[in-house]
């Protein structure tokens, strides 16, 4: 039913003759680093096989430092991504003299355009709150959901909910009563996603961050896929309706605590996950007229196969992918990753048997890829920087790349 109703959507797309301007996409895969895009190649029916981010026009290398260090944070390297402007870590939305500067939700705001947040994480965690917050310490998360009930941004989905409520908040304010008074559908349950409206949308589905994909089976919280469909199909229509774009942020933000706790299966989901969430991004995006640029803000850990590990048991690991392992299946997947015991690797060496990594994962300074898909614009160049981003992003919109 719901590929039906998918399939229906993008058909009503391809029929709805709409003149607009370029729709704007940004997916942040945070902590995601090369390595990962091999494991998901590994870990499909056959490693020889396209996977989504093959699908993009072009690719390019970016570099991910902060303004005082080599190794970011997620707070700089958002600021950097959303507003243009490096700054140091912990800070959000703020220059490293602490004045503010303009973030994307704002110049958005400002030219008309529709808005969208979409994460996995809590709302106010540092890389959703680059788009629209500022602060000099990325852990006020409190004053983060103060800033995001005065932003009027159209679409907000993710976690966090625990600090936009009354009891939990110094200052007493109900700021979910704020949002519905300034005219906001409140959703806090997956079911709420069922329901159209022409409201503007917060949809909340957990006290702090989603849980991990592989524990979904036990929650009544919707998948990353689930949340992007949902806010595709909403913005679309908005847009459709309104004769406006849209920008929309998504951020796959768990691929980088499974990494920072070496959480080899969390990974392993959070990965797939992404995997087919950004399929169905770039399905939207060949029917429509929007641009999709996906760049991971940092890298985090090590997840590769090295040493023994690779030269013992690869190709065995190879075939037995091929044909046993569907990955749509929870039960096959875990089988095949108990049956090798893979988890990250130490930094000597990897024999596949340990059961646990002494090595723990922590962001580093390494570049990352970025992906760009587009009908109509390209980039220029093989490398940025991380503050590049953000005029591609605004030409984009402006159709003036």
Known sequence: MKTKFLSLFLLSIIFFNIVLGENVIVIITDGMNFDCLSIVRKISQNPLKNISFDNFSQV???ETTADNTYITDSAAAGTAIFTGCKTENGFIGIDKNKKNVEN???FCKKKSFLTGVITNTRVTHATPASTYSHVDERNKEYDIALQLSEKDIDLVMGGGLKYFLKENRYDK???????TKKGYKVIKEKKGLKENTDKKVIALFSNSHLSYEFEKDTTEQPTLTEMVDYGLNYLYERSKKMNKEFFLMIESGRI???SHYTAFKELIFELLETEKMVKRVLDFASKTNTTVLLVSDHATANPVFVGTFTDSLLHTMDSYFIKNVDTSSKENLLKTLDSFKIKFTDISEFSG???ESSYKG????????GFFYSKKFRIEKIFYKNYE???IMKKSLMDNL
């Not at 304010?173 to 949002?179: A, G």
């Not at 922590?362 to 890829?369: A, E, F, I």
């Open 362 to 369: 922590d962001h580093t300074g390494s570049d990352v890829l």
């Open 60 to 62: 390019f290398y970016c």
């Open 173 to 179: 304010k109900d700021l979910l009563e704020e949002f």
């Open 256 to 258: 980088d605590h499974a």
């Open 353 to 355: 048997t340990k059961e």
């Open 104 to 106: 994307i939700i704002e």
């Open 389 to 391: 981003l953000f005029e």
